[in-house]
């Protein structure tokens, strides 16, 4: 009887610690934050500054042209139309 007590006991206890092993490896990997690869992220940074770099030349093109124009006018007929006897003939006349 006593044999079988401290198999008993022995078998509890080697349990225990695998349970006490697992539980231990598996709080490591899901504790441990992700961190992204260096390189992605350095490829990640240059692709944003190429833009901005990009972004901020086209507004400065842009800005330049627009002061380097010195004919620049606005049309004083841009919101006219160009036959406004149709439009009423069309409005009088709804069977057409």
Do not use: H, W
Not at 23 to 44: H, M, R
Not at 45 to 69: D, F, M, Y
């Amino acid at each position: 009887m006593k044999v079988n007590q401290t198999l008993l006991l022995v078998g509890g206890l080697v349990i225990a610690l695998l349970l006490v092993v697992i539980a231990y490896l598996y709080s490591q990997t899901s504790v441990q934050p992700t961190i992204p690869n260096e390189q992605l992220v350095q490829q990640e940074v240059q692709r944003q500054l190429q833009a901005l770099q990009t972004e901020s030349a086209r507004k400065a093109e842009e800005g330049a042209a627009q002061a380097a124009n010195p004919f620049k006018t606005t049309n004083p007929l841009a919101g006219v139309e160009l036959n406004p006897v149709e439009k009423a003939e069309k409005v009088l006349n709804p069977f057409d």
